[in-house]
Nanobody, 123 residues
Framework: QVQLVESGGGLVQAGGSLRLSCAAS????????MGWFRQAPGKEREFVAA????????EFADSVKGRFTVSRDNAKDTVYLQMNSLKPEDTAVYYC????????????????WGQGTQVTVSS
């Protein structure tokens, strides 16, 4: 089993930055694709970003491309989501996810989920 614990959420003004962290434990973390989804109030959960096991490939939702970056440190079993130029529409609960295999943009492909961390961007 893989356990995921997110941290780093909070309240920030529009144009600001936040960095989310996700600490993993359980099976060999370095074998897993890690990613982030988010869910805003009244909206469906959506893909944000993901990174392959060795960091060699990343994918981003069009809505965050150029503003967010994703990285991982396998030595620390941690994946990061750096969020810059934040907008009010980025307000959501952000979930860390993991799966064994390649990157998918659909939530049902991810076997492991964190509990989520709230990000609120004020205008």
């Amino acid at each position: 089993q893989v356990q995921l614990v997110e941290s780093g959420g909070g309240l920030v003004q529009a144009g600001g930055s936040l960095r989310l962290s996700c600490a993993a434990s359980g099976r060999t973390f370095s074998n897993y694709v890690m990613g982030w989804f988010r869910q805003a109030p009244g909206k469906e959960r959506e893909f944000v970003a993901a990174i392959t096991w060795n960091g060699g490939s990343t994918e981003f939702a069009d809505s965050v491309k150029g503003r967010f970056t994703v990285s991982r440190d396998n030595a620390k079993d941690t994946v990061y989501l750096q969020m810059n130029s934040l907008k009010p529409e980025d307000t959501a609960v952000y979930y860390c996810v993991a799966r064994y295999g390649g990157i998918w943009r659909v939530q049902y492909k991810y076997d492991y989920w964190g509990q989520g961390t709230q990000v609120t961007v004020s205008s």
